[in-house]
């Protein structure tokens, strides 16, 4: 065996582990000279990449990845297990951790010139507890890293606008406690019946439980359900969210929106059918279907609040709100194309809505202005920015041909297949909500002063801010095309295991 | 009827031509005359590539080509038919006329913005070539959005506040008919599990109960908004406050009738002609679509704006397409389908003399332009032509479409339908006869010389007159438009060709 396989074989310990490393060893970096961190952090996060990558691959070839902590068997020992469903996630994670990486070069000098080394340490603990509440298959394991990542949310956060960013953190705080708390207790009360830990343990054990009507684990559920709730914005539960998104730095309102709620779904998803059972779920409780229309309720509530704002973050928080909508509707359909369609939306929202928050950064670095009645001439003085924003927009929108409209025909035909009509008269009256809210902003980038914008000249942001911008947006015009490879690859398996018996660790 | 089909990228590359130049133009935004040099280049190749696939066509083949596949059993694909090409021909062919005049219109008045003008124009020719040649309900879906979208900033092109309400409102319409689209879209899909056109009607949409049958044909009704039917019409004529060259390609020709176009790709290739007989839908629809024939008539005789008025009259005329296809009758569909690209020649004409009007005189109301032939007598008859046409006087082609709209509806013996008919040709006449008696027999205010509009806009506007007339006596040559119809008619009926 060589050092190379040696190496490959931990592979999915060391995607959590690096990050945590290089982590802590940031003031180091940050001692020796200031600059080398951003490049310190753009390292790990194309090893990061690399190894997710690999991760999926292996996945995807010769099926899921079970690694044992120590040597130690389950269900005693923690596991790490990766299958189609996290593997696609992390990818995600260490797919636009890079981007924004890339993008925070400039964006952090200029908004935190004195907390470069703080920031980017948080900002590889941040990653590090994504990847591993996503790559664990032991729930204790998984409350661990929900906290770290969550602590370091609340410092990226704190680090935002004066005053109102430590706030914003305040409140996202309680609020996250209280999550953190519901969950913590659901997972005490699964210990308490069923003395395991590890989650396809928990799988086969908690059947017999809840034939008989166990009402712990009924309890555990809802615990679940509602502290979960919270950690993805779900409607009513959403009240941090603007906030937090708003007053964040910029970079970190783009890693924020585009993974924490990402991973808070993949959390719920998997608790729902790899912890209990898609029959539990769907049938017993019909937890599902209450998920389905307070989904339905967020998808529209959260598109008219956006209307409402004329903070752009704070429009993009909101949108944030009713897109999280699209992805749990998806899920609680409990049919595949519907499945298919919300677990393509996790991969579609993260494109779209990092580009945007992206963009609204880079127009933040540029003019300092958020208020979208003031982006007057922007077309002209940032060509590519706003180009972004225009793709990226019309993607929310669910134009054909971006990535936003592959997912919306999935969640309507889904719906349909449920006899859903209404479902699909929400998903379409939310697509013309977001017309509203983004054309307005369209309007004041191009049109109505042609003679004030005469004499602006152009003025792009820089290199490094540009990058990222635009390969998100590529990639909001290549997926809405080739959306055939992730579905056929990853998704059309993933949601018949799901749906089918529940796969996994 | 089997037809046999051939794999091509021709119909790719002719959608893509006008893409590639909008990037072209926007790049040499600075150098006027490359920028619209381009756009000649664009326009030319796009025609040619059209055409050149005529010949297959009228062979009685299909021309295919699958772009990408987007989702699995929902491609992105391209498949050339009759009717498809007549579109696409008809479009791509007047690009080259609007071209021409839309430099000299935009020169004289000296625009803003254009570069940006020219970039929409090209996207929009793209998209509208893309709906002819689209093989299915997804592929026809995108780029009928994308039509919306690049003619919206044509639209607010002024930037007033006049400007850019009128715009809000024509996307407030245009969207909504794109989410309903896509509502029905979705049904189908679910119903039948494809959408791809066929000269039958897509299989298995007879299965559907009535009432959900229904809702999906109302549904997809609303998604031919911009087809302008009454109630769904006013965007259109709010429209008319873009510039005039887009108001006449694309508020005349493209962006309208890509909307009668998808009426007649959904009623006869997704519907078809027997699921619209047993289900009593095309009787219905007829009815429905005479409101608009009538009423948009009468609307247009209260208009002064020269612009609106014409607009109107499109509403109005828009309806006589789909009133032909719903007839199903061998003589009323051929009708329809002709009529697109009679009215568009003559249309057309009459948009440019607005606009020529606009330019030379700085005249758009019908109550200024007392004696106006004295100074623009070209420009006026040419306007006569045009005008003529539209009421169905021969030679100029309207009278063809007309004849043959009556023969659909003499067939059934619906004496509603007929009255429909003629009551509509005398008010076509009683909203052109005064602009013509207006501009020729009326006393000017003070004494006019003669001046007409640049060449660059005179040229296309009496070449569109003198192709009104041709068509109108030569209406059965080879190859013309007769001839295409008449393959895409014995397709959807299954009679030979």
Known sequence: MSGFDMIMVHIPLLTVVTPLIAGFLMPIVGWIDRKLCWYWVMAIMFVVLLMASSNLYTVITTGTIHYELGGWKPPVGIEYVIDLLNGFVCLIIAFIGLMVGIYSKESITKELPNKIIPFYSVFLLLITGLMGMTITGDIFNFYVFLEISSLSAYALIAMGDRGDGVVASFNYLIMGTVAASFILLGIGYLYAVTGSLNMADMQNLLPDLYNNNNKVVLAALAFFMVGFSIKVGLFPLHAWLPDAYTHAPSTASALIAGLMTKVGVYALIRFMFCVFTPAFVFDITRMAEILTWAAALAIIIGSVLAIAQSDIKRMLAYSSISQIGYILLGIGLANLIGMQGGLLHILNHAFMKCALFLVAGAIFYKTGIRNIYQFKGLGKKMPVTTLVFLIAGLSMIGIPGTVGFTSKYYLALGSLEEGMWIFVIVILLSSLLNIVYFWRVFDNIWFGHPHEVEHIKQDEAPVSMLIPMVILAALCIFFGLFAYYPLHYILEPLSEALIGSGVGP | MVTETVNSMVPALAVLVSMVASVLILAFGKYPNIREGWTFVAAFTKFSLVISMLPLILDGKVITYTVVKMLPNLPIAFKVDAFGILFAITSSFLWI????????????????????????????????????????????????????????????????????????????????????????????????????????GIAGLETLERTTLIILFIAFMIGCAKAAFMPLHAWLPAAMVAPTPVSALLHAVAV???????????????????????????????????????????????????????????????????????????HGITGGMLHIPYHAFMKITLFMCAGALIVTAKKENISDMNGIARQMPITMLAFTVGALGMIGMPPVGGYITKWYLLLGAAELENMILIGVLLISAVLNAAYFFPVIYVAFFKKPDKELKYKEAPLTMLIPLVLTAIISIIIGIWPDAPGLFLDIVNIAVANVTGGGI
Not at chain 2, 261 to 284: C, H, K, Q
Not at chain 2, 297 to 320: D, E, G, P
């Open chain 2, 97 to 200: 006329f609007v071209t021409s005049y839309s430099i000299g219109y935009m020169r004289t008045l000296k625009e803003h913005a254009q570069t940006r003008y020219y970039f929409c124009f090209a996207i929009a020719l793209s998209s509208a070539i893309g709906i002819a040649f689209s093989a299915n309900l997804i592929t026809l879906f995108l780029f009928y959005e994308l039509l919306t979208i690049s003619t919206y900033p044509l639209v607010a092109h002024t930037e007033t506040a006049e400007a850019i309400s009128s715009g809000r409102k024509y996307l407030t319409y245009l969207m909504i008919a794109g989410v309903s689209l896509l509502f029905a879209i979705v049904v189908v899909y679910n119903a039948t599990g494809t959408t791809e056109f066929s000269f039958n």
């Open chain 2, 256 to 330: 309208v009738k890509a909307g009668v176009f998808t009426a007649i790709r959904i009623i006869l290739y997704v519907f078809g002609v027997d699921l619209m007989e047993t289900s009593g839908l095309w009787l219905n629809m007829a009815y429905f679509v005479s409101i608009t024939i009538i009423l948009a008539s009468i609307f247009a005789m209260t208009q002064n704006n020269l612009k609106k008025r014409l607009a109107y009259s499109t509403v109005s005329q828009l309806s006589y397409v789909v009133l032909g296809a719903v007839l199903i009758t061998q």
